[in-house]
DNA sequence: TTTTTTAATAATGTCGATATTTTAGTACCG
DNA sequence: CGGTACTAAAATATCGACATTATTAAAAAA
């Protein structure tokens, strides 16, 4: 089994307790609280810091320590935007050249994720909904084939978490949530029949979707 | 004036001689050969090689340190393909959005191209002339107003540094350039007649002319 | 009271040292 | 002669400690 050094394992902790919000944004990490956490000396932390400041969830001030990248509305519709842009672009990709399997793919993660629903009623666990929710998406772009755009995806998917948790955590036990169950309908449609223009029309609004309501809740 | 700190400045001066060539693709990376080389110790060189990491432009093995991540003909085709299609989405929006200050920014950059088109005869320094082209490009595509687009877009003009460095040193001297000039030409008449489905059609062409060359050149 | 200066405190950034692991070389055995 | 096991050397990953720099608190001056 590869034991992974500890840089990388705080990495992953610091990771996601950024995108879960744990850490706010705008606050500043201190090396003897992150020490404390995670059981680790100031060299893995500082490893593991410095690949957050590349993803961009995190900032450095020299001499000033690292302190969680700030959220703001104009950041918020700049990563929706441009996920918009390159799902559909993915999408596109995909319906061009998915084959049988990944059509297979597909039913079998909106299945699962029609399955799961009761995950939003009420006390349901919205982060293993996500989860799924992400799994049927990644089961349609992968069918583009391309690594790099993959890549690029997965990248924006992880700075939008910030904000997708705020619109999670507001909509839960909402209505909002059937609405998106029938987009995903539409979708699934759409791109088993390879009808490229409505399934990227569909992709893209449903990515806004959260874009609109997040706008009102930041100030 | 902000002193940056010994990371900062190793990873400038790392990342150029990965992009440039000086660590040639696959190569061991050693902690006694890089302390040597930039004067600093182990400590901030495994942070500069730790944001590489995450750059893909330098890979880590557990235990067995960092390498420089290998060129394969696959990435190479993946990386223009994806090139091609994000600059063309940057190229589409910025037609869309692009104000006067623009088109100024497209005819200036456009010059000064053209100007220092010296710089592609026999001896002459081609990666001056290389800034000069990207910076023709990317005048173009900042009235897309994307900073997230952009930031993909400058992340995959990066990764494709060492494959077009080969295409450079190949072409040197060569007439390749002159259609090169030509479509530069095409680009900034469609763009300022704000044409967007041919300035897509012919930025998608151009950014892929070197792979076609490259894909011969590499085995 | 407000501002400036100074001292104390805390945090950051870097190095040298050390334990652990990998790699290379060599001898041994089948 | 080829393959395996053992030994020596080198390299990596981490920690503790120290010098430098920022932040806070207190004291003095306006």
Redesign the pocket.
Known sequence: MP???????VLHHLKQDVLAGYFEAGQ????????ERY?????????A?SQLVVMQLVQ???????RVCPVSQAELLDIYDTRARIESLCVGLAIERGDDAWEAGIVAAAYRLQSNAALLQGNGDLQAWEQLHQQFHHAIVMGCGSEELLRVRLHLYEKASRYRNLWLQHNAGHAAFDVNQMEHEQLVAAVLARDVTSSQALVQKHILVPSRVLQNLLE
């Open positions: 034991q992974e050094n500890s840089a990388a394992k500043k990490l201190k090396m003897s609280q992150l020490k059981q680790v000396g100031v060299n893995p932390l500082r490893e810091l450095v001030q020299d001499q000033r320590g690292y």
